[in-house]
């Protein structure tokens, strides 16, 4: 009798140990087609609520691909995407209830500002991707952004598509910014277009 009861102590702890809620897990892959987005051309400062999908983000609007214009750089999958502003960056941030998230992929893509916004020409870059650790370790990766058309010394001749990349090693992020480094443009002057962006987050 004593053995029994001592099995179902053990019993009833195996199966609490089984039954214990883990961390929330969720996967996202963020497309941005349920925000509001502008014309690109008109003036817009709103980017995603905060926070959106598990993210909190600065440096960057929402917008969408326009029928106005002649030479742009355009996402490949939907209308919208996040766009920035030439010389800002995007900034990323897991929100306060996210212990961390593993950033798995994206497309991006980038763009010469002109006076007029609908003539926004795709233009060779290389982009970086900068991801800060719980541990506070930095992971950088470069990508060479390649517009794939007809242009003229690096700057497209005619509308180009954002291109997918895959982020290696990018885990337990807590923020993640992307950066032109080079550009066959000025990169003062070179703007960041992102959307698709995948990745899983870890809850508190």
Do not use: W
Request: hydrophobic letters at 40%; a neutral charge; one cysteine or more.
């Amino acid at each position: 009798m004593h053995f029994s009861k001592n099995f179902g102590l053990l019993g009833l702890f195996a199966l609490s140990a089984v039954a214990a809620p883990s961390k929330k897990v969720e996967s996202f892959v963020a497309d941005y087609e349920d925000l509001p987005g502008n014309v690109a051309g008109l003036p817009n400062v709103n980017g995603p609520p905060t926070p959106y999908l598990d993210l909190d983000y600065s440096g960057v609007v929402v917008a969408s691909n326009s029928p106005l214009s002649v030479i742009a750089v355009s996402t490949p999958s939907g209308k919208n995407y996040l766009a920035t502003n030439p010389g800002q960056s995007p900034d990323i941030k897991v929100h306060s209830n996210i212990a961390y998230c593993n950033f798995n992929s994206l497309l991006i893509g980038t763009y010469l500002s002109t006076a007029n916004g609908d003539v926004a020409p795709a233009v060779d870059s290389t982009v970086r991707f900068t991801g800060t650790t719980t541990s506070g370790k930095t992971i950088t990766q470069d990508y060479n952004y390649r517009t794939g058309v007809s242009n003229l010394n690096g700057v497209a001749l005619q509308t180009a598509f954002d291109k997918s990349v895959a982020l290696k090693n990018f885990n337990k992020i807590t923020d993640l910014t992307i950066t032109v480094v080079n550009s066959a443009g000025a990169v003062a002057l070179t703007g960041i277009n992102l959307d698709r962006l995948a990745y899983t987050c870890y809850a508190k």
